[in-house]
């Protein structure tokens, strides 16, 4: 079983930043792949960013320039900072862990805010 703790959601005003983290339990996080998804309200949950192992990083393609997806395997941590931030980038933020099928974790969530 492997645990995600996510922390570095927030309130903030169109145009700022925030810089999400997520740190794993376990000792084969580094060749996890792992991924950023977020949910609006009423909305279906949608991919924001992933990682591989090797450091290859994938964007949607409303987040990409703003948006960068990195991780720390000495620190069992991956991180997300967001820039530029809109008012549609508010959601649950969630934070997922893969590594052979069946290994399939899902973070809590991190509510992110921006406001108008």
């Known amino acids: 079983q492997v645990q995600l703790v996510e922390s570095g959601g927030g309130l903030v005003q169109a145009g700022g930043s925030l810089r999400l983290s997520c740190r794993a339990s376990g000792n084969f996080f580094s060749i996890a792949t792992m991924g950023w998804y977020r949910q609006a309200p009423e909305k279906q949950r949608e991919l924001v960013a992933t990682?591989?192992?090797?450091?290859?990083?994938d964007y949607a393609d409303s987040v990409k320039g703003r948006f960068v997806i990195s991780r720390d395997n000495a620190e069992n941590t991956v991180y997300l900072q967001m820039n530029s931030l809109e008012p549609d980038d508010t959601g649950v933020y969630y934070c997922?862990?893969?590594?052979?099928?069946?290994?399939?974790?899902w973070g809590q969530g991190t509510q992110v805010t921006v406001s108008s």
């Open positions: 990682i591989t192992s090797g450091g290859t990083t």
């Open positions: 997922r862990y893969r590594r052979i099928p069946g290994l399939d974790y």
